[in-house]
C-alpha cells in the first residue's frame, strides 16, 4: 500500500480542490467551520514531509462568502489564475502567485449559490479564457475573462 499525503484541518470544510497547473501545488476551497467566511488554501508537496503523511499550507486567504468550487482550466500558459465560485453567485480570478492576493477580478453571475464551474483555455478558440458556471437557480452562464 502507498503512503499518501494528506491534511487534516477542522478549522475548514473543504467543497472543492484542484492542482496548480504544472507545479506541486494545490488549491482546497470551502469556507470556515463556523460559516463565518470562505477559504482558499495553498498546499505544496514539495514543502510537505512525507515521513508525517501531511500537506504543508503555505496559503490561507479568507474570503466574504464561502467558494463552492474552482478551476483553472480557463488560464491560459504560462498565467495560472484560479477561477473561483461562491455562495453569492459572485465569479472571481485570482493570481495565487502574486503577493497580497486579491482578486484580479469578479463579476456577479448568479443570483444564488454558484455549484459548479469549468473552462477552456485554448488559445485558438474564440471561447479562451472562458468559463461556464451552474447555478441554483437553474442558470447555465458561459463568462469570459478577457475584458
Not at 9 to 19: G, K, L, M
Not at 60 to 66: E, G, M, N, V, Y
Request: aromatic letters at 12%.
Amino acid at each position: 500500500m502507498r503512503k499518501y499525503l494528506s491534511t487534516n484541518n477542522s478549522e475548514f470544510a473543504y467543497y472543492s480542490c484542484n492542482w496548480l497547473p504544472f507545479s506541486t501545488k494545490l488549491v482546497a476551497v470551502g469556507q470556515f467551520e463556523d460559516g463565518s467566511n470562505g477559504v482558499c488554501s495553498l498546499y505544496d508537496i514539495s514543502e510537505s514531509s512525507s515521513s508525517e503523511g501531511s500537506l504543508k499550507r503555505t496559503l490561507t486567504l479568507r474570503t466574504r462568502s464561502p467558494l463552492k468550487c474552482c478551476t483553472f482550466d480557463h488560464s491560459i500558459l504560462p498565467d495560472r489564475f484560479l477561477a473561483t465560485g461562491d455562495f453569492d453567485g459572485e465569479l472571481a480570478q485570482w493570481d495565487l502567485e502574486e503577493e497580497g492576493v486579491t482578486p484580479v477580478r469578479t463579476f456577479k453571475a448568479h443570483r444564488e449559490i454558484i455549484n459548479s464551474l469549468d473552462g477552456t483555455s485554448d488559445a485558438a478558440s474564440p471561447f479562451a479564457s472562458t468559463v461556464c458556471t451552474a447555478g441554483r437557480e437553474g442558470w447555465i452562464f458561459i463568462s469570459s475573462f478577457t475584458f
